[in-house]
């Protein structure tokens, strides 16, 4: 083994030996989806995770059985959203059966009458006109059409019963569907909606000839506010740039957290101007809120953030125009931060700083 492959293990060792002191210090017991759990959290690749974890442990002080099975079936398994949509589809589908064979019934229901009608039709052309005959034919008569008549009220309380089933189905699809494309620390779309998103607007662009603004920004020196005041603190900055981005960005447009502290704004027919003035409401805004502790009602001073500007140019791909917005916020970042730049002035992209 080489060199490379026992610093890969011993690395994987000392993750190891963390999640299980955390595994120790934080949960009720030690089952495998805990250590699980606990493992991707020390190793950072599920930063929404990390998130979720923080303000569970400082809100509870540790995390239960409960919590455990949420964490990992939101941001491991992968799978819970799609099985919410395979189950909440299956039950669509079976309410749809219902009603088709309800409908079916009725149909027959109709036919059988409408026969019964003509029978009867039948009857008193071809009968002696007789009180007795009358009667007999009257009354076979009123006693199909009571039933015609139950039947129908059976299937009109039945449709009801379906359609209060089906919208309650409806409604838990779409809160299913909006939680797998939202951010759940800021409640802003989240990285996979944010790039649907571009791809279908950069499209668009290219079709109609309309124009199209993107903003990425980055919240400065987030890393001080995480060390010198901890994560809480650090959500707290994210909640507050994504209420800041709410408020000022008015129309169609759609306000993400890609992860981390970093943000994008896409705003279909926005020209350059429109969306650099945008851009700027946005980062004087943010320097406008002043930063309080909860815990002690400490003053924290000002948040600012970079922003990086970029407007639609034929042939854009939404790799090439994200692309443009984001060196224009490193260059924001090397001018000394707190300032917007737009994709007037090209950028080498060799000059882009973390």
């Known amino acids: 083994m080489g060199d490379r492959g026992h610093q890969d293990r011993d690395w994987s060792f ?6 299980n002191e955390l595994m ?13 759990v606990w493992y991707v959290y020390v190793s950072g690749t599920q930063p929404h995770m990390n998130d979720a974890i923080k303000r569970l442990t400082a809100q509870n002080g540790q995390l239960s059985d409960a919590d455990i099975e949420a964490l990992y079936d939101a941001h491991i398994d992968g799978r819970r959203l799609s099985i919410a949509a395979e189950r909440m589809s299956a039950s669509m589908l079976t309410e749809i059966e219902g009603i ?7 149909l027959g229901s109709t036919t059988q009458y409408g026969e019964s009608l003509r029978a009867f039709t039948d009857d008193l052309v071809g009968a002696t006109m007789n009180r007795a005959r009358i009667r007999e034919i009257v009354a076979g ?33 779409e809160a299913t569907r909006l939680e797998s494309l939202t951010d759940p620390l800021t409640g802003l779309s989240n990285r996979k909606h944010f790039e649907d998103i571009l791809k ?50 008015a129309g169609p447009s759609t306000l993400s957290r890609f992860g981390g502290e970093e943000f994008g ?6 020209d350059r101007a429109t969306t650099l003035a945008v851009a700027e409401r946005i980062r004087v805004a943010v320097m406008g809120r002043e930063l309080v502790k909860r815990s002690t ?39 000394g931060r707190n300032c917007c730049l737009d994709d007037s002035v090209e950028i080498d992209a060799a000059a882009k700083v973390a």
Do not use: C, W
Not at 311 to 329: F, H, K, N, V
């Open 14 to 19: 000392a993750l190891a030996h963390r999640a």
């Open 24 to 36: 120790r210090d934080y949960g009720p017991s030690a089952t495998p989806k805990a250590y699980t």
């Open 100 to 106: 088709t064979e309800m409908l079916d019934l009725s």
């Open 141 to 173: 008569l009123v006693a199909t059409t009571r039933e015609v008549a139950a039947n129908n009220r059976i299937l009109e309380a039945r449709m009801r019963e379906s359609r209060t089933e089906i919208e309650a189905l409806r409604e838990t699809l």
């Open 200 to 249: 279908q607007t950069v499209a668009h662009a290219a079709a109609s000839g309309e124009p199209l603004g993107l903003i990425v920004l980055d919240i400065d020196f987030f890393k001080r506010f995480n060390d010198l005041y901890g994560h809480l603190t650090g959500d707290q900055v994210l909640r507050l740039v994504g209420i800041v981005m709410r408020e000022q960005v």
């Open 265 to 270: 704004v896409v705003l279909p027919g926005k």
């Open 297 to 335: 009602g400490e003053s924290l001073g000002q948040v600012t953030i970079s922003l990086g500007i970029a407007a639609y140019r034929r042939g854009d791909t939404p790799i090439s125009l994200l692309e443009r917005a984001d060196l224009q916020m490193f260059a924001a970042k090397r001018k």
